[in-house]
Nanobody, 119 residues
Framework: QVQLVESGGGLVQAGGSLRLSCAAS????????MAWYRQAPGKQREMVAR???????NYGDSVKGRFTISRDNAKNTVNLQMNSLKPEDTAVYYC?????????????WGQGTQVTVSS
């Protein structure tokens, strides 16, 4: 089994910063992509940022230039640095890992961490 545990969420004023982390433990095998998603009340879950095993990144349009994703392969960890936060960034943030075993890819989710940005 693989467990993902997020940390770093909280309440911050608009314009502030937060750093989220997600660490994997358990039967870790080949981690391919790592990503952050978020879901606001009444909205669909959306991709915030993604980083491949090779370090390539892509971001949702609404966070480009403000958020930075990074990974530490030795620690099986992915981070999300969030700057210039806006009230519309308020959501539950989830990390997602894609693990590869043979021809198959398996997806795991964290339990979510709340980020609230006040105006």
């Amino acid at each position: 089994q693989v467990q993902l545990v997020e940390s770093g969420g909280g309440l911050v004023q608009a314009g502030g910063s937060l750093r989220l982390s997600c660490a994997a433990s358990g039967s870790i095998f080949n981690i391919n992509a790592m990503a952050w998603y978020r879901q606001a009340p009444g909205k669909q879950r959306e991709m915030v940022a993604r980083i491949t095993s090779g370090g390539s990144t892509n971001y949702g349009d609404s966070v480009k230039g403000r958020f930075t994703i990074s990974r530490d392969n030795a620690k099986n960890t992915v981070n999300l640095q969030m700057n210039s936060l806006k009230p519309e960034d308020t959501a539950v943030y989830y990390c997602n890992f894609a693990l590869v075993r043979g021809p198959f890819e398996y997806y795991y989710w964290g339990q979510g961490t709340q980020v609230t940005v006040s105006s």
